[in-house]
């Protein structure tokens, strides 16, 4: 069980929605208590999806450590034989050569740097009929969490859009945002691993999450430094941080403006469904 080290600080002034203001860095980066709707508990019931389950109180789990610290980490989101099946897609699209390298930058500057990111991308299509059925039952899940976000947070989130992304061993991702510099667009980070249930510590290719930090000194809202999935240079080995092993089946998911993060190198190769839950139309 991921051991849970960051302390949420509650705001005294009252609950606040998602985008109340633009200045939620000058307030205490941990009180993330996003309003919530008086019809909450209802909204919270189990999830079946073509035999997939996902439990009673997962997706209240997601929403409630989301609202409270930013991010939140679940083992065992879906079971095993989804994430089998997910891996084994990975696998086969992979030998049959249609990932690419993974670029950093939207539009025109867009481009490979390798120092940065190292990993190759497969883009998947929400709508695709040539789906698998366990891509398919995985969309299903999401989008249960994104109307149950949407309601509890008021966040606006209209879609989903995802890729595979296989990091081999000896690739990483340096630390970033997951926000394009001048686009807001990215509101929920999700990964979901799928790895093998054998994979330790010393395979690697943990996913580091930085824990927001209190207040900045002087009022000021922190420099967006790696915003749009540019490297950042302001980490040191004091940040506080949690390093999440990739193992298959563990959902992760995360605020997009928000959380800093890296994939630490790999030592074998990794799996994982990667997207965003996004608040513009398709």
Known sequence: MLQRIAASTRSTSGVRTFHESTNYYRKAALSLRCSRSKATSTLYQSVVIDGAIVKDGVLEKIVEEVSEKGWSVVPDFLPGHIV???REQAIRMWEEGQFNPAKVGSGAGKALRPEVRSDHVLWLDEGREGNS???QAYWS???QLRVMMNR???CGMKRFEGHLAVYQAGTF???HLDRFQGSKHRIMSVILYLNEADWKPQDGGQLRIYLPQQEPQGGD???PGADGNQ????SSPEEAHVDVLPLGGTLVVFRSD???HEVLPARRQRYSLTGWMRDDPA
């Open 258 to 260: 928000l959380i800093y």
């Open 84 to 86: 089998r099946q997910l």
């Open 231 to 234: 490297p950042s240079t302001t």
């Open 133 to 135: 059925p366990a891509v």
């Open 141 to 143: 899940s999401l989008d």
């Open 173 to 175: 991702y340096v630390r």
């Open 152 to 154: 509890a947070l008021y």
């Open 221 to 223: 809202a922190p420099t």
